[in-house]
């Protein structure tokens, strides 16, 4: 006859939710425990049982659930407990993550105006403004007739005419005044005959690339001018601010062209504008001490000591001298006023002479069978 075996369920406890079962076996079922093999005979009293068979009567219910199993099947139900375990715990959701904290906008910092401690007016620099300037009253450089102060000229509404004067400045970086003047004037053809900031807005990235394309980092200035006019437009009200710190809050508008342009748009004088000519005319001139390593240090330098009502004019005047006369490789020096004593980086450049001379190789070769052959080699100088 078969042994049938019925589960017993009990709460797991390691999780409330989780059931588990045992097996036991018909032969608990008894209310009674088999009796020990280990019992004693005693022939008068009768046989006595061990100490051990009255701990193992015990109530039915209780010896029912401690009823060991047989070794082999413990396992096997162990095994499947474990199983069955596993499949009823419900798995829990990830724990949810931190959000990441989003950092606030950096606040642009000032732009600084002076200098704690300023710096020294450079001896005899009156007779050498005074020189420079006499000599760009006989110079027309290409700053004068091409330079940011013009693209506003061919404007006729007051914002666009700052506006314009702010794109020639976004443009001017790095690149040259004639190109720079070419491409404002072929971007104003390109968004309708009028470069405001609505027109800018409303052209195709593409046709604005194609427009300034010969400009130094055209795609990042391309980039630049519309996120410019984009923020013109929500927070300015479209028209160019009149402040340092507003326009170099504007996307590719550094201190240089701020102050530029609010001279040359709006006739506030705040400082210098300060570029690669004004910087190395400068330094040569020998008005820093020590030189100087940036255009930003160059301007705090001279808006310390020099006058103010020369801030607007110095760098259309430097600019044009630069461009000209004190160029970046083989100035002019010998066309230089400043050379007698007043540039200590003056050069002396020797005069080229206007003769022309030239040599004449005439080589013959004389052969002498004792020696071998020798040649002789002479030289003819002409001038014409």
Known sequence: MKRSASLLSHTSPFHSSVILYEAAEDLVKTTTVRRSKRLKPDPANGPVEDENVDALRIAPEAATLSTPTPKRKRARVVKSLKVEEERTVPLL????????????????KPIPTALEIPHPAPSEWKETYNAIKRMRSHIVAPVDTMGCDQAQLRETDPKNQRFSTLVSLMLSSQTKDEVTDAAVAKLREAVGGTLSVDALLHADESAVSEAICKVGFWRRKTQYIRQAAKKLHDEFDGDVPKTVDELCSLPGVGPKMAFLALQVAWKINVGIGVDVHVHRITNRL???KPPTRTPEETRLNLQSWLPVELHPEINHLLVGFGQVVCLPVGPKCDQCELSDGLCPSARAVAKASTSKSRSKKVVSALESPSAGPKIKVELEEESK
């Open 286 to 288: 020998g008005w820093h």
């Open 93 to 108: 959701p990830p724990p949810p993550r931190a959000k990441a904290k989003v950092a606030s906008p950096r606040k642009p």
